[in-house]
């Protein structure tokens, strides 16, 4: 298990915000857990990070930034 954030520089749909908006763990089979931040948190379940990133990521304006080594 390991813990990452989710850092984003521009707000596409200008609910999210901008600066670390996600705080997230990746368990051992893959499975990442994130809970977003802001005036609408929630807690999300996704397969996998690149899932996850196919639908938050917004291109190159959304990066994973890793708390725990590999």
Known sequence: MRRFVLERTVD???VSGTGT???GVEFS???VVMQ???PYP???I???LDMAM???GHGDD???RWLDPK
């Open 29 to 31: 089979n893959g499975q």
């Open 12 to 14: 596409h749909s200008g």
């Open 54 to 56: 196919t639908v938050h």
């Open 36 to 38: 977003w931040r802001g």
């Open 42 to 44: 929630s807690v999300v």
């Open 62 to 64: 959304t990066r994973v």
């Open 46 to 48: 996704w397969p996998d």
């Open 21 to 23: 908006v996600v705080d």
